[in-house]
């Protein structure tokens, strides 16, 4: 039962990653037509009104007590913060860019949840993060304008500023996860999230009324599959492992990204962006070795 969950949950992040990747190519065509908050709060009421719906057909109700300040804080800095300026920061770099940058946030989960969590550093993930950390000083340094690929400080900033919300709101929701289920903590934190954009709400309509049917489209997408979909298979996976294991997951995204933009818009990053994430990905194979290792140590305990 333990094994089946565990590949439950492995399947679940796998969705995770998919999905989030494709969200860096859909902002970059959506935000063509959208200014960076009326897109959150376009993608947040999108993906709130499905998780929704979702919700009382499961009948699940309101998450508990216990569950809110996870899902408050979770949905402020995530769901609010993290969107608004990931959109902001994807109109100053290319789309794989900013996906390497965002992803230092996963070195932040691993410290957070070290020190809020009590989740351990063992010495392979500390290899890893310190490997995935120079990838991601390369692709800041890098500052690539080749092969149609684009970076400006500011970009850069905002990109960093995206990693740091997304890791304070993961390690925020791992709590409310002991205590809510996956579906009402990503529900609930979609919806603060959609409140705390509400200030937008006169640019989206403005927005809407002039923008193509595609970038639209691009905005629904982003709030059914990547925010509706992936929020609530992250929250799966998240509730049974930890922080910063499920953090680490996240740097197959830049792989994912780099390709998906290269086909759809056009973008490669240039030779040192490239590298800052060969990097990153090596970094993630260093701390999963440890996780391979633990799991064979393990099965050998338990026969």
């Known amino acids: 039962?333990?094994?089946?969950?565990?590949?439950?949950?492995?399947?679940?992040?796998?969705?995770?990653?998919?999905?989030?990747?494709?969200a860096f190519v859909s902002i970059r065509s959506a935000g063509a037509a959208y200014s960076p908050g009326a897109l959150a709060l376009g993608r947040l009421l999108a993906g709130a009104l499905v998780l929704g719906a979702v919700l009382l057909v499961r009948r699940e109700g309101l998450p508990p007590r216990a569950a809110w300040p996870g899902i408050a804080?979770?949905?402020?800095?995530?769901?609010?913060?993290?969107?608004?300026?990931?959109?902001?920061?994807?109109?100053?770099?290319?789309?794989?860019?900013?996906?390497?940058v965002v992803n230092i946030g996963p070195i932040l989960i691993a410290l957070?949840?070290?020190?809020?969590?009590?989740?351990?550093?063992?010495?392979?993930?500390?290899a890893g993060m310190a490997v995935s950390f120079a990838g991601a000083v390369t692709v800041g340094l890098s500052m690539s304008g080749g092969s149609g690929g684009h970076a400006s400080v500011l970009g850069v900033a905002l990109c960093l500023l995206a990693a740091m919300a997304y890791a304070g709101g993961v390690v925020a929701q791992k709590p409310a996860l002991a205590h809510g289920s996956a579906l009402q903590v990503t529900t609930f934190g979609c919806l603060v999230g959609a409140v705390a954009c509400l200030p937008f709400a006169g640019q989206l309509v403005e927005e809407a009324g002039r923008a193509p049917l595609s970038a639209t489209l691009n905005m629904v997408y982003l709030g059914v599959f990547p925010t509706a979909l992936a929020f609530t298979t992250w929250a799966y996976a998240l509730a049974r492992t930890t922080a910063g294991r499920m953090g680490a997951t996240t740097y197959a995204v830049p792989a994912l990204v780099v390709a998906l933009a290269w086909a759809f818009l056009g973008e490669l990053p240039g030779p040192l962006t490239l590298a800052g994430g060969a990097l990153c990905l090596a970094g993630v194979a260093v701390s999963r070795s440890r996780a391979r290792a633990a799991v064979a140590a393990g099965a050998a305990e338990s026969t």
Do not use: I
Not at 75 to 96: H, K, P, R, T
Not at 112 to 126: I, V, Y
């Open 1 to 22: 039962m333990q094994k089946q969950s565990s590949r439950l949950a492995l399947a679940a992040a796998g969705v995770t990653v998919v999905l989030w990747a494709s």
């Open 112 to 126: 957070l949840g070290a020190r809020f969590l009590e989740e351990s550093l063992p010495p392979r993930l500390l």
């Open 73 to 100: 804080t979770s949905g402020l800095l995530w769901f609010g913060v993290y969107m608004v300026v990931l959109n902001w920061g994807e109109q100053e770099v290319d789309a794989g860019t900013a996906a390497m």
